[in-house]
């Protein structure tokens, strides 16, 4: 049934209603594709149109008409949506969208949504790996870190429960962000992580590997830079704070033996960051990690 008082419902696109190519799509087809999404309730055809405006949304003239058709407030209504695809195809499109610095500044207020929807969504599902894809474009700069805040126990959840796709495709990609930022190192260190040490390993996928050295390196780094004394009784004994400080000697251990990986990047980042826990130099400017 449609809503009271709207337009009658749209039917469904063909292959004559829009160009062949997403990249020649005008501001009257984004409308179009806008207005059905807004008046109708057939999913499928809710589907079809968030595809259709996601592939157009990977260019930036686009971004730019979406925001100004008040596209993103109607696609960001679809994240409220019963059925799972719709709301997967809708975090996709928005993860286009955020690639736009003013889209982000109306983007945030599905922020919060997004993280619980993580966490109640399917362990691995397409659905959740959409929802990581997007914080890891809204974590690039620092302005939305703190809404992400309650999020970060579940984010190490995912690194013992997470298949590898999760892992080396996004949790740690958004890890990487938040650690990037000193703000979110006391937060971080507080946080308990018992699966962390086991991908300080040899044996670990390289791209598992490189990030969350990464991450480590910038916690260190931004621990370096704290102003006043870090207190250790403010963290518990199984914290990311007593592993990655200096007090574990198992994970000293794993350092010392990736100092041995084959591969060039590895080795490096692990030397750092054994150096940056002596204190004898300080790195470069924390890293961040884009989708």
């Not at 894809?133 to 126990?153: E, F, Q």
């Not at 946080?191 to 969350?212: C, H, M, T, W, Y």
């Not at 931004?222 to 007090?247: A, C, P, V």
Request: glycine content about 4%.
């Amino acid at each position: 049934a449609r809503r009271r008082g709207s337009p009658a419902q749209p039917p469904a696109l063909t292959d004559t209603d829009l160009p062949k190519s997403s990249s020649n799509l005008e501001a009257h087809h984004l409308q179009r594709l806008i207005h059905l999404l807004e008046s109708t309730d057939d999913p499928l055809i809710q589907e079809q149109a968030l595809v259709t405006l996601s592939n157009s949304a990977a260019f930036s003239v686009n971004q730019d008409i979406i925001r100004n058709l008040d596209g993103l407030s109607i696609i960001g209504r679809m994240l409220s949506d019963s059925i799972p695809k719709v709301k997967e195809k809708a975090l996709n499109t928005l993860n286009n969208l955020s690639m736009n610095v003013k889209n982000q500044e109306e983007i945030k207020v599905y922020i919060l949504q997004v993280c619980k929807e993580i966490e109640l969504s399917p362990l691995n599902s397409d659905l959740q790996l959409a929802g990581l894809r997007l914080l890891t474009n809204m974590s690039v700069t620092n302005d939305y870190h703190h809404m992400m805040t309650n999020a970060i126990p579940y984010f190490l959840h995912l690194l013992s429960e997470g298949n590898e796709r999760t892992q080396v495709i996004q949790v740690l990609k958004v890890l990487v962000n938040l650690s990037a930022n000193p703000v979110m190192t006391r937060h971080l260190h507080s946080a308990q992580a018992p699966s962390l040490l086991s991908l300080f390993d040899n044996g670990i996928n390289k791209d598992i590997l490189l990030r969350v050295l990464t991450f480590a390196a910038n916690l260190n780094e931004n621990m370096k830079n704290e102003e006043g004394i870090i207190t250790q009784d403010r963290y518990s004994e199984d914290s990311i704070f007593f592993l990655l400080s200096g007090h574990s000697t198992q994970y000293a251990q794993k350092l010392l033996g990736l100092l041995h990986h084959q591969d060039k990047e590895v080795k490096g980042q692990a030397a750092k960051i054994i150096t940056l826990q002596r204190g004898d130099i300080q790195s470069p400017n924390p890293l961040l990690l884009f989708c």
